[in-house]
């Protein structure tokens, strides 16, 4: 045979094959646990944390319907829906709204899988009250995201579709759909994903970011195997969404009187086009006091719009080094959510990714920037998870948020070829050392974290008002699942529930800063997150050690920050808009220019 | 191929007369002291004699006289050079050789005798000891034309080009007007890159008479710098000469051509062609095997894919002990992502050929690629361990470390390699990488800038390091090195997207802003070479030229 290009020889090129074609390589900077003689014959310690599924106990039966068991033939069957964790009914205790979907096939009228809403009854269980409060909905649901967009105290739902999005406005626990009415249902023809409600332009009244993912007709798509974006690993899956035409991020402002006007344009939303957009998280990421959105894209770059305060947006995302990964590549984003890792004062965003790849952790260097220090913090150690719903929570008060991630893979037949990943998945649980590093300590991290499922949509809330954080999984094909940390740390916890009078009713973008001995936690009240999910919007604050919250700082979106001091520690306060100390008054009020 | 020697004997004959006068005058002075005087007469004149008769041409005659003279003179190195000659001319080698080798242990500066010397060993194919004798030639007479033409032949045999065509350009010698000769002026040119020489020769070439094999040989130079029209002609006029079923190998030769011209679905056709001629001529399967594996990789080239692999594996079933055919196999199955089919067919492959190195690391690739990361890291230490002179299981064995999250192991790794086998680019590059990877990014640096020492044309290490200078913070550094990084791989869009952050930092909105608006380009289509890593079959001979090579010592 001719040598000329023997493989024998090794040709610079083929070492570059060899060397190159390359997914990303994960590192874990930390060096496994060794044990010290000592320990082999002390007592184990306690773990940290133990969470239990108590989903089925606690009443939430219902599985997630969504398209095919053993194979899925289009993209649409593959994604999942998200989960909302919201007091629909002020009773204080926060309750669970499940969305459901659907098949390719159909169902009989009364046969039809339906969303689901969970009243929490105080006492660990949870009854369906889906009926009775008017959310029986089929379709292929999506994403969820609350707010009170009409201001009169009640929490409405928006919820995403492949075809048109509904608006439950929410009466006193009951919901009517009035998405056609307000403008909001969209086209009929586009996905929706992500959502979440944000004033923009901080005239009081809550606006509304949809994101959109594919332009999908089911009349015109490929098949299995069809194309190059029809295969993975050599296996026919479905096909997508690399082949298939991006979709376009919608923005509606809210008018005031119930119903929404479609600025995406004037806003310059549509500037970026033709991503593959998940998830939305609302961050002001430059603490200039105006909201900026964050949108995890699959496949294309990510998305970071930047509020001009005009009324206009502009994607910096490239700029800032959020679209991509270290590496400069685009990654399969599917979830985001935002906190303050490292404790530095700014707001950080972690988001998970397909396979062979990591999650991506941004660091905010509070330049406009954001560093990828995925694997400096050890959280490029598992590339194969595909990763959905994720939240950052203080699951041990300590004062540092953790992590938490679902996972599971979007080709059933991944099981059958063994090509490194598998269907169902394990979740995983990173404990935040405090020093901008994490531990993986999901194997001892009790049955409900390593347990496997198709997990999607996650969200996280305080459901017994204990401080406990709990963790609510919408699973494909199984009842969702409802994560109780049995351990109690000792740690102390403080969480607000804002409402805003001049500013929107729940404070959505409302900052909040904790003084706490030396260090000073932030967060935001926020809408979205997650994998097209709706968390608690009380935010949560561990406080470790400390009893009490020494200052409290509120700067809410109409402008006014105020100070409330030393509120005791476990305990939910209410922060009212006007009833603390001002630090500094409102500014000028009314919309922003545009 | 090698020519005979072209230089007559009596140009030698006449060189030997013209450096007579060198012969140390001392040298005959004392052997004539040591030989009475009536004695050393008659030694004298039947050397005259000798000379005389080879000047005639009357070797037999030559041969006596000088016979008689160096009996009587033994230490006469003039007489053993022309005893030589004589030797040399009645195709007596070894006599002839071991007489230019005591003239030249009388005489080590009897710069004739080395010539003859050399020019004996080269038409005797004795490269090694002709080179020798003639660099010693030309030491000793930096003007001997001669000296300085068998040298440069000897070194186009040798395929020592650099130095060939230097001494032939020292030599006065015209170029004999040679087919063979100028056969082997084209190959060496284009392995130089000298590609304007190359393509004078070649054109030459195609004006002359050519042997098949001939034709073949240059059709394949023709190719190699790209005139791809004229190399396809002369097989295209080869093949027309030839019935089909007589000389089948010209129409394998014709697909290939068509093959290495980028004219791939042409080239799979006629390799079907050819496959279909050997079937109605009654040939053995075994002979398909070239073709089945050129139709293979024409498939594969043209994205036929699916008969790409059936192709390919009908080349190694035939063929199972041929290493190169489960490569080019599993090379297209790893191509098309059908990892677990890839994995088989190495196993298949090893086990007809479990020594293959090729193979083995093959196995590491195909099970790194489909995310079985023990067995990869298995195969590619195994290597590691069998003490593998080369670098690239090192490099498959760091990638699994890396996969695996363990990147202070994978840098380890690299480091042992290093002291095994030397500092490369590869080693460097990845140690940067692995350095990264474990949070050192001081010593990452350091690693990448080796790499960019080792290979500063390398887009890939100045990226690297501008990433990780970019990580620390050192902004203006990472610009320097993101900007050469495009500007050896213009459209690299990770640069761009880097350098975008990196202006940003640096508060240079309006350059940040320049690189975000090329950022989401796709990236523009790689052009890589038609083959790639491909094993491609060789090109056909005549049965004739196969036994000519076949009887070279």
Redesign the interface.
Known sequence: ????????H??A????????A??L?????L?PAQESANSQKAKPPLPMVQFIDIGEKAGLTAPTIFGGVDTKKYILETTGSGVAIFDYDNDGWPDIFIVNGTTLEGFPPEKAPTNHLYHNNHDGTFTDVTVQTGLVATGWGQGVCVGDYDNDGWEDLYVTYYGKNRLYHNDHGVFTDVAGKAGVAGSGKAWGTGCAFVDYNRDGHLDLLVANYVDFNLRTVPTPGEGTSC????IPVMCGPRGLQGSKNILYENRGDGTFTDVTTKAHIDRTNGHFAFSVSTLDFDDDGWPDIYVASDS??SILYHNNHDGTFTD?A????V??N????EQAGMGATVADYNGDGRLDIFKTNFS?DTPTLYRN?G???F?DVT??AGL?????YLGWGTMFLDFDNDGWPDLILANGHVYPEVDK?????SYREPRLLYHNNGNGTFNDISTNAGPGINATSSARGLAVGDLWNDGQLSVVINNVYAPPSLLRNTVRSGNHWIAFKTVGTRSNRDGIGAKISVKNGQRTLVDEVRSGSSYISQNDLRVHFGLGAATKAESVQVRWPSGLVERFDNLPGDTLQTLKEGSGKIVTPNKVLGKGKG | MKDNPQVPGVVVLLMAGLFLPRVSQCQVAADHQRVPHHSANAQSEAFQRGLSALKENRTDAALVELTAAERGEPDDPRIHNFRGIVLARLGQSTEAAAEYREAVRLDPRMEDAYRNLGFLEWTDHKLELAHEALVRAVELSPTDSFAHYYLGRVQLDRQVYSEAFRELELSDVPWPAEPGFLVQAAAGYVALGRQDEARKRLHQLVTLSLLDAQSVRVASLLLAIHEDEAAIGLVQKLRDRHAAELAPWAQFDLALATLLAGRCAEAAEQAENYINVLHLSGSESTQMIPAWSLAGIAYARFGQGDRAVEALRHAAELAPYQEEHWLNLTRELMELSRYSEAISAVQEGLAANPKSYALHLRLGAANLSAGHYAEAEAAFRRLVEAGDPLLTSYIGLAQVLLRTGRAEEAAAELSAAQHKLGATFLISYFQGLSLERAGKRPQAITALHEAKRLNPSSAEARLELGKTELAIGRVQEAIVELEEALRLSPGNVQAGRLLSQAYQRAGDVQRAAKYADTATEAPPAAEGDVLGDFVLPDWQMPEESKKAEASKP
Request: net charge positive; proline share 3%.
């Open positions: 045979m001719n040598r000329q290009r023997s493989s024998l090794m040709s090129r083929k070492q570059w094959a060899i060397g190159l390359i997914l390589m994960p590192a874990s900077g060096a295969n993975w690993k050599g294309t770059p910096v490239v700029m800032a080094g679209a991509f270290e590496d400069g590549r062979d260097d330049d406009g920037v560093s694997y400096a490029g150690s598992h590339l194969q070829y063994h090509l490194g990943s």
